[in-house]
C-alpha cells in the first residue's frame, strides 16, 4: 500500500503538488483498469483507488427509482476482486433520514464528528446518482479534495455500464415493474440535465406503473428543448402511444423540425399507428441566449410562470386547442406562442395527475398547493430537482401512497450568465 499523501497544507491554500500528482496518477489507474471491469468490479475498483490515495476503504450508493433510499452495491473483496464472492447484502439508507441522504440532497460533502467517514455526492452533471461513503484516520481537506474527485470519476464508470448492465439498473428497483413503465423508462432521458444557462428537471410517478405520461428535455446550441405528453389510458397502449411521440418529437426536432413540424409529427404518427388514443401534451422551446419562451399546447393544463417567489398569474395561458390524435392538427398546426422570460424566472410543466390526485378526504392536491410546495422549498436554498423530490413525496403523501393517474412535473429554470 502507497504511503498516506502528505496533508500538510501549502501556504495558499490549495492542494500541494505532491497530492495532485497522487491524485492524478490514481485517476488515472481507475480510468485504465475502468474498461474491461464488469459492473460488479466497479465498487472494488474504487476501494482499491481509494486505498491507494490513503484512505481506509469505500463503498458506493446508488438512488433507487423514487429517490427514497440509497442502496449499496455488492462489495467485492479488495484483494482479489476477479475471483473473490460478493457481498449480496442490499443495504439501504433513508434520504432523508441518513448523513449519506443529506450529502444527496444538498450535493455536499458531509463528513461524521470525528471526520473518520466522509459522504461524497456523486454527481453525473447535474443529475444526481447517489453517494460514495469514504473512510481513514481523520480526513483532512486534502483528502475530501481527492474523495470528491474519486467520486467523480466512479460515476462516470458506473453511468457508462448502466445502459448494458442489469446489476446497477436492478439495484435501483425495490419491486417489478410493469411492461408499459420499462417501455417508457427506456426512452426517457435522465430525470435532471442543465448548463450554466438553464437547468431542467422531472419527476414522474407512479415509477413502477406509469401508464400514459412521459417527458424529454434536451439542450441544443443556444437552446432547451421540452417536452411533456399525457396519453389517454393507463395500458401498454397508452404507454406505446407516449413513446411513439417522444420518437416522433426527437426525429422531427434533430432533422431540423420546429415546435409545429413536431406537433403535425406527432399527430400523423397516432393516426396513422395508434388511431384510438388521444393525447395531450406541452412541446416547448427556451432560448437560452435571449430567455424567449416558445409553446404549443394541446389540450394541457397551461405551464406556470415563477417570478421572484410567486406565480405570475394568467401569465402562459392561452386559448385552449384540442388534443393529438383527432386528427385536427395534421394539417392545421396549433398555434405557437411566445413570452420573454428574466432571468433566475422558472416555468413549471405538469400533467393533470397532479393538481386532480385526491386525498381520501376528497381533497384535491390543486394548483396553489403545487406552486407553493415548489415555491417554498426553493426559498429555502433547495435546488430544483430537490424541490420536485419533495413535491412528488408529499403529492404520494396527499393520496396515501395510491395515485390514480400518472403525475409528471418538470420545472425548468432560465439563469443566464452575465
Known amino acids: 500500500m502507497p504511503n498516506r499523501v502528505n496533508t500538510t497544507p501549502p501556504a495558499d491554500g490549495g492542494v500541494t503538488p505532491v497530492a495532485a500528482d497522487r491524485t492524478d496518477s490514481v485517476l488515472a489507474w ?43 452495491l455488492p462489495q467485492l473483496a479488495a484483494e482479489r476482486p ?13 434520504i432523508d433520514a441518513s448523513l449519506a441522504g443529506l450529502a444527496y440532497r444538498a450535493q455536499q460533502v458531509q463528513t461524521s464528528r ?24 481523520a480526513l483532512d481537506e486534502q483528502d475530501l479534495e481527492g474523495c470528491l474527485a474519486l467520486a467523480a470519476l466512479a460515476t462516470l464508470v458506473v453511468i457508462s455500464k448502466s445502459t448494458h448492465n442489469d446489476l446497477l439498473v436492478e439495484r435501483g428497483r425495490s419491486r417489478p415493474m410493469t411492461l408499459q413503465a420499462e417501455l417508457l423508462w427506456a426512452f426517457l432521458p435522465p430525470r435532471t440535465i442543465g448548463t450554466s444557462q438553464a437547468t431542467s428537471t422531472a419527476v414522474l410517478e407512479p415509477a413502477y406503473d406509469i401508464g400514459g405520461d412521459a417527458f424529454d428535455h434536451n439542450f441544443s446550441d443556444g437552446g432547451l428543448h421540452l417536452t411533456l405528453l399525457d396519453a389517454m389510458g393507463h395500458d401498454l397502449a397508452a404507454g406505446g402511444a407516449s413513446a411513439a411521440g417522444l420518437a416522433a ?9 420546429d415546435l409545429q413540424d413536431i406537433a403535425t409529427t406527432i399527430e400523423r404518427t397516432l393516426r396513422s399507428w395508434i388511431p384510438d388514443r388521444l393525447m395531450t401534451g406541452i412541446l416547448a422551446h427556451l432560448d437560452t441566449r435571449r430567455g424567449e419562451f416558445a409553446w404549443i399546447n394541446c389540450g394541457h393544463p397551461p405551464p406556470l410562470l ?20 383527432l386528427g385536427y392538427h395534421k394539417d392545421a398546426p396549433p398555434p405557437l406562442h411566445r413570452a420573454r422570460l428574466q432571468p433566475r424566472d422558472r416555468v413549471l410543466l405538469y400533467s393533470d395527475g397532479v393538481t386532480e390526485a385526491r386525498s381520501a378526504t376528497g381533497e384535491l392536491f390543486g394548483e396553489e398547493r403545487l406552486s407553493d410546495t415548489v415555491i417554498r422549498s426553493m426559498a429555502s436554498g433547495t435546488t430544483a430537482p ?33
Do not use: F, K, N
Open 30 to 72: 481507475v480510468l485504465d483498469r475502468s474498461h474491461e471491469a464488469s459492473a460488479r468490479q466497479v465498487p472494488a475498483l474504487i476501494e482499491e483507488a481509494a486505498r491507494r490515495l490513503g484512505l481506509t476503504g469505500t463503498r458506493l450508493y446508488l438512488t433507487d427509482l423514487q429517490q427514497i433510499r440509497l442502496v449499496a
Open 82 to 94: 476477479e475471483t473473490a464472492e460478493a457481498d449480496e447484502q442490499a443495504e439501504a439508507l433513508d
Open 114 to 137: 470525528d471526520r473518520t467517514t466522509a459522504w461524497v455526492p456523486m454527481v453525473d452533471g447535474v443529475e444526481r446518482v447517489g453517494v460514495m461513503r469514504a473512510t481513514g484516520p
Open 249 to 257: 418529437c426527437r426525429s422531427t426536432r434533430r432533422a431540423g423540425g
Open 306 to 325: 415563477i417570478r421572484d417567489g410567486h406565480v405570475v398569474p394568467a401569465a402562459l395561458e392561452r386559448p385552449p386547442q384540442l388534443p393529438l390524435g
Open 386 to 418: 430537490e424541490a420536485l423530490r419533495r413535491l412528488i413525496l408529499e403529492l404520494l403523501t396527499h393520496q396515501d401512497q395510491r395515485l390514480h393517474d400518472d403525475a409528471t412535473i418538470l420545472l425548468c429554470e432560465w439563469h443566464p450568465t452575465a
